[in-house]
Nanobody
């Protein structure tokens, strides 16, 4: 079992940056595909980014490509989401998730473990 705890959310002006962190418990963190999702009020939870066990394979939603970077430090059991050039439409609760699959995936149903989320608010 994996427990995930996100941090780093907050209020930022449009064009600004934030770095989210997700700390995982458990000794098998490095074997999991890790992903970030977000959910805005009244909307479905949507995929943002994912990374494979080694960090060598990443995938991004088109809406964040070129602005967000996902990375991981297996020695620290932590995955990060660096968010630059933030836009007001990026306001949402951001969730970290872990998948036991073998490949990077964008589908919510493929992720078994979820954090409680961290709020990101981007003001215009």
């Amino acid at each position: 079992q994996v427990q995930l705890v996100e941090s780093g959310g907050g209020l930022v002006q449009a064009g600004g940056s934030l770095r989210l962190s997700c700390a995982a418990s458990g000794r098998t963190f490095s074997s999991y595909i890790m992903g970030w999702f977000r959910q805005a009020p009244g909307k479905e939870r949507e995929f943002v980014a994912a990374i494979n066990w080694s960090g060598g394979v990443t995938h991004y939603a088109d809406s964040v490509k070129g602005r967000f970077t996902i990375s991981r430090d297996n020695a620290k059991n932590t995955v990060y989401l660096q968010m630059n050039s933030l836009k007001p439409e990026g306001t949402a609760v951001y969730y970290c998730a872990a998948s036991r699959g073998a490949v990077v995936t964008i589908y919510r149903g493929h992720y078994t473990y979820w954090g409680q989320g961290t709020q990101v608010t981007v003001s215009s």
